[in-house]
Nanobody, 118 residues
Framework: VQLVESGGDLVQPGGSLRLSCAASGFTLDYYAIGWFRQAPGKEREGVSCISSSDGSTYYADSVKGRFTISRDNAKNTVYLQMNSLKPEDTAVYYC????????????WGQGTQVTVSS
């Protein structure tokens, strides 16, 4: 059972990135998938989640309207489209699985670095 994040990069403010969370060894569509981030010296925070049951999506206020979470069950992958990026979005981004978005997240990927800087 493994989650692998990818897509992190250095991008200028106002730019876009799409992060991917790919699963191996299990089927992602049975799980809620959350995206989290942790900036240096800060606690990890939840960014977004997509439900396993009905595809409902949830966003932190700080990213609402700029980030979009989606899943492609055929590719066993969940995406986080990030637009209008700001320097304060700089962090390591992780994906994780849970039974549902309000449950504990128990399987985590290794993270991918997103840096927003001019």
């Amino acid at each position: 059972v493994q989650l692998v994040e990818s897509g992190g990069d250095l991008v200028q403010p106002g730019g876009s990135l799409r992060l991917s969370c790919a699963a191996s060894g299990f089927t992602l569509d049975y799980y809620a998938i959350g995206w989290f981030r942790q900036a240096p010296g800060k606690e990890r925070e939840g960014v977004s989640c997509i439900s396993s049951s009905d595809g409902s999506t949830y966003y932190a206020d700080s990213v609402k309207g700029r980030f979009t979470i989606s899943r492609d069950n055929a590719k066993n992958t969940v995406y986080l489209q990030m637009n209008s990026l700001k320097p304060e979005d700089t962090a390591v981004y992780y994906c994780a699985t849970a039974a549902e978005c309000l449950d504990d997240f128990d399987s985590w990927g290794q993270g991918t670095q997103v840096t927003v800087s001019s």
